[in-house]
């Protein structure tokens, strides 16, 4: 009779394992693949996950631990290099495109495909004035931020904020967070290009509300309850929304006063611009431009500062080549000439191929557009609705264009043809991140400063890394700063 109720027991098992492992597991391809099944072109190959969670846990346990490439890779292995696949993430049916010329396609084509960024992101980051149809409206918005004039009015500026941060940093008694002054340096200098010389206790009570804000922009499950982090988040745009609404208003008082532009900051040339219409912007729309201004910069150029730095410092060779081409700039410098000059990091030709080396190793993950039609790509069907994450950390990481990918290998960009669209960082087309160069500048100046006087040394040079949504070490890369003795 127990061995009876043993074999019972046992089958009952069998058939649940059977159930969930290829019933339950398959249930939500199959969904989908049925609800299409008389398009003229299948769904791509893929894996939509469970049903209702699609993949949501598999990314978490992979990007959380640092293994983010492990998601992608295990989908390219199974189902081929066709560079397009579905997939379940972020509560949404989604197309993954990882192909160059795919990927361009997706991003070109705005009329097809719109910014469709996961639901905190969108919440926490919605700007009107970006998403403006309106091109010459998009230009005037970014004009303060693009082209050698405006990098020149920069200049000064980030360099004091270089320096005094090395400076800050080196007089520390006990180790640092480098990626967080990282961040603080890079939040400080976005504030100065918006709000100008703005008070510093109110920068630091911006940085202390937008840190809140960055822990909840991509949200996996945006739970606006008391304690999720995403409540936390959206509380805490408020805050930041009410301080800088005081600030506008005290800036269009100045204005009505007659003194207009004095601060020569982006809010003054917002404040004077009008919309098709003719009207002048609300004061919402301005801080959700500021807000998402703030997203685009702090943290992609804090992490890539960090991660050039800790490249730097794990190959010596490299370090020796990018110090000894910032040791020629200075030795052909005038004695007059006390700072760096646009020219200067012009030559700088090797280090701007180590920030480029860089931000390919540690791109944010993805971008994200949502098919407004139903499409076809490459022989495969895009139901209208459905996300299409353009993922350029595996774009970014491919064998195929960038050959031993994970090795950090600066001159591989000495024969780089841009034209194959396999190296699209800062995006493509009329979303192209307009503050590329102002970036870019910044990284160099950093490191310019950093390669001439400084070294870096971790705590926990082992510690565990985590990828999303751009790969760190959990320690924040806990670090000293040192000041080399010659400096
Ligand atoms: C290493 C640094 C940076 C990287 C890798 C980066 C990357 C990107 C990418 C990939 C996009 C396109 C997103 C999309 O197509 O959905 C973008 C857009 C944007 N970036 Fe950057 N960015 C960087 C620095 C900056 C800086 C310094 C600023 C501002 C000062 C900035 C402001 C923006 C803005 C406002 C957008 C939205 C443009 C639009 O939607 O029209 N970014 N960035």
Known sequence: MELQWLWMFAATLLTCYIFVSKVMRNLNGWYYDLKFKNKQYPLPPGDMGWPFIGNLWTFFKYFSSGRGETFINNIVHKFGRIGIYK????????????????CKKVLIDEVTFKIGYPKAATELAKSKLLNSENGRFKRLVAAPIIGRNVLEMYLERIEDIVINKLEELSSMKHPVEFLMEMRKASFEFVIHIFLGSCDQSNVKKFGDLFNVMCIALFSLV????????????????????????????????????????????????????????????????????????????????????????????????????AK????????????????????????????????????????????????????????YFIPKGWKVLVWLSALHMDPEHHSNPEEFNPTRWDDYNPTTGSFIPFGVGRRLCPGRDLARYKISIFLHYFVLNYRLERINSECPLTSFPQPKPIDNCLARIIKLSNS
């Open 324 to 379: 000894e081409e910032q040791e020629e700039i200075m030795k052909a410098r005038p004695p007059s000439q006390k700072r760096l000059s646009i020219d200067e990091i012009k030559q700088m030709v090797y280090l701007s191929q180590v920030v480029d080396e860089t931000i390919r190793h540690v791109s944010n993950f993805s971008t994200f557009r949502e098919a407004t039609t139903d499409v076809n790509i490459n022989g």
């Open 87 to 102: 997939t379940h993430l972020y509560g949404s049916p989604s197309i993954i495109v990882i192909a160059p010329a795919i």
């Open 222 to 321: 945006p739970i606006n309850v008391p304690g999720f982090a995403y409540n936390k988040a959206l509380k805490a745009r408020m805050k930041f929304v009410k301080i800088v609404q005081y600030i506008i208003y005290e800036r269009r008082m100045t204005i009505k006063n007659g003194q207009n532009g004095k601060n020569n900051d982006l809010l003054d040339i917002i404040l004077q611009i009008k919309d098709e219409s003719g009207e002048k912007f609300e004061d919402k729309d301005i801080i959700d431009l500021l807000i998402t201004f703030l997203f685009g910069a702090h943290e992609t150029i804090a992490t890539t500062i960090m991660w050039s730095v800790m490249y730097l410092t794990q190959n010596p060779l490299c370090l020796k080549k």
